[in-house]
């Protein structure tokens, strides 16, 4: 199994402003995040280990880690609840030009 430690983040993209509005798209991110969700792709026994806050952008976060097909890592000696961070998910920005 690979351990894979660290930071797990929101790319938030910002399209060029419409009139009052600016569209933006979220991606989970962070390139620990990513590396662990590649090699569990590639069925690599992998587990992650991170501080996934409890926002809608941590709710981004998790959809990947919780998917069906990847194997779920246990407590051996007794199973408990995901402790998730009670800090805000960290964000990277950048604006998208036409």
Known sequence: MILVCGEALIDLFVGVPGGPE??????????????????????????????????HFGALLLLPLLRKDYEKVEDAENEHERQQCPDKTAATGGILKK
């Not at 590396?35 to 409890?54: D, E, P, Q, Y």
């Open 22 to 55: 600016m569209s933006t798209h979220a991606v989970a991110g962070g390139s620990p995040f990513n590396v662990a969700v590649g090699l569990a792709r590639l069925g690599v026994r992998t587990a992650f280990l991170s501080g996934i806050s409890r926002d």
